[in-house]
């Protein structure tokens, strides 16, 4: 179907266009026009044996889509829209032992057995601990800043706090941070040459993190302790998770929890010093909503995909069984028939029924009041540390297929 107004080869999967931007404009045509519409790829590109996929781009069809996994399979191609072209199809198959690439009911009972680290009473155990880290993490990127200032706000503060959370919850010991860092970023960067990261060392960092988190596994059944780990691998009747599985768990945490956190954090800032009035409002008043306008403006996971199980309709649009749906929770998230002035960044927006952590269904993110309280923390941290922090220049964003990626915002102590 062809689709008006829309530049030559346009694809909001290709990284050197996410690189530059987040193709908003290009979104909302889509929307009026063509909102689910047929993206033509050179067969093999994205890893997949295939010709293109369906992009979704309004928020009802991303919902539906997400909230039907009977008819769109999150496991046949594996929710990840596009990797490297270099990308064998046996490397594609080992991803299906990650939870976001399950469908129910293998989906269903490994989710059972995660969600027990994921309680309300779990994330308020932790309520006190990520507080004071988030402000020694604030306070040390302003004991390092440079001597004219200035800070990476993402090396010096935005990773941290993700990295910590994840180790508290799961019992990682803190000095293992950096290396839980560095393979998740080597995972997710194969895409940006500045990194030098090939698909092989991406692969090789995966089972690096996953043989570390199995041998975590394999301690705590000798040895349980008064952790999430026992709780999810020791437990004695209530259903465990193997050690593989549990180290795929740890890996979808690494990206899930660590990048998108990280990287809604960083968005934040960036959108708080280029909105100076929403800062001041958020200093002075702290509203209860300015976490979730944060992930609805940032929203790190620009796509993922399902594939159609059998002949369907997604809005109107027929689909083939076995086409590939791209369900783009960035454009989503802009829909103006959701979301009144889409393109202002407000943190008093309420409601707000975004789509940052997944457009509902078994996927919806499972660490979203995790996620929601380490927002919260590190930037409450930041208006009583750093209050008067200004930004040096435009953020460095990762080349990527998939994610809203910044790698550097250089900002001032001081206004």
């Known amino acids: 179907m062809p689709c008006p107004h829309l530049p030559e080869g ?135 800043a440079a001597a004219d200032g200035s800070l990476d706000f993402v090396s010096q503060v935005a990773v941290e706090l993700p990295l910590q959370a994840i180790a508290e919850l799961i019992g990682v010991p803190q000095e293992d941070r950096a290396r839980i860092f560095d393979w998740s970023n080597k995972m997710i960067a194969y895409d940006d040459p500045e990194y030098a990261i090939t698909e092989e060392i991406g692969a090789e960092a995966a089972m690096e993190l996953i043989g570390y988190s199995m041998n975590l596994a394999a301690e705590r059944k000798k040895c349980p302790a008064q952790d999430i780990v026992t709780q999810l691998v ?36 960036h959108a708080f010093l280029t909105h100076p009035e929403e800062w001041e409002l958020f200093k002075r008043e702290r509203p209860a909503t300015a976490a979730e306008e944060i992930v609805r403006w940032a929203t790190p996971v620009v796509s993922f995909q399902r594939t159609a ?18 369900l783009f929770y960035s454009s989503a998230n802009n829909d103006p028939e959701v979301f009144e002035n889409p393109e202002v960044f407000d943190i008093t927006r309420d409601p707000n029924p975004h789509l940052g952590f997944g457009g509902g269904g078994p996927h919806f993110c499972l660490g979203k009041s995790l996620a929601i309280n380490e927002i919260e ?26 994610l809203n990626g910044i790698k550097e915002l250089r900002v001032r102590v001081g206004s």
Not at 240 to 248: H, I, Q, R, T
Not at 252 to 260: F, K, P, R, S, W
Request: some cysteine; aromatic content about 8%.
């Open 10 to 144: 346009f694809d909001a999967t290709d990284p050197d266009l996410l690189q530059s931007r987040i193709p908003l404009p290009e979104f909302a045509r889509l929307r009026q026009t063509a909102p689910v519409w047929w993206c033509p790829q050179p067969r093999g590109i994205t890893g997949f044996d295939d010709e293109g996929y369906w992009a979704v781009t309004r928020h009802a069809d991303v919902k539906y889509v997400s909230t039907h996994p009977e008819l769109f399979s999150s496991t046949e191609n594996t929710a990840i829209i596009r990797f490297n072209e270099h990308i064998t199809r046996d490397q594609i198959e080992v991803q299906k032992l990650i939870m976001i690439n399950m469908d129910p009911p293998e989906h269903t009972r490994v989710r059972q057995i995660v969600q027990r680290g994921f309680t309300p009473r779990a994330i308020r155990a932790l309520q006190t601990a990520l507080r004071e880290r988030a402000r020694a993490i604030v306070e040390e990127a302003k004991r390092n």
């Open 234 to 269: 020791a437990a004695e009747g209530q259903g465990n998770l193997s050690s593989d599985e549990f180290g795929f768990f740890v890996l979808l945490l690494a990206v899930a929890g660590n990048e998108t956190t990280r990287n809604a954090i960083s968005h934040g800032m």
């Open 309 to 326: 199980t059998q002949d369907t309709e997604i809005g109107g649009q027929k689909v083939r069984r076995g086409d590939r749906i791209g």
């Open 377 to 402: 923390l590190i930037f409450n941290a930041l208006a009583d540390e750093l209050p008067d922090l200004g930004l040096v220049g435009e953020p460095r964003r990762l080349r990527a297929a998939w």
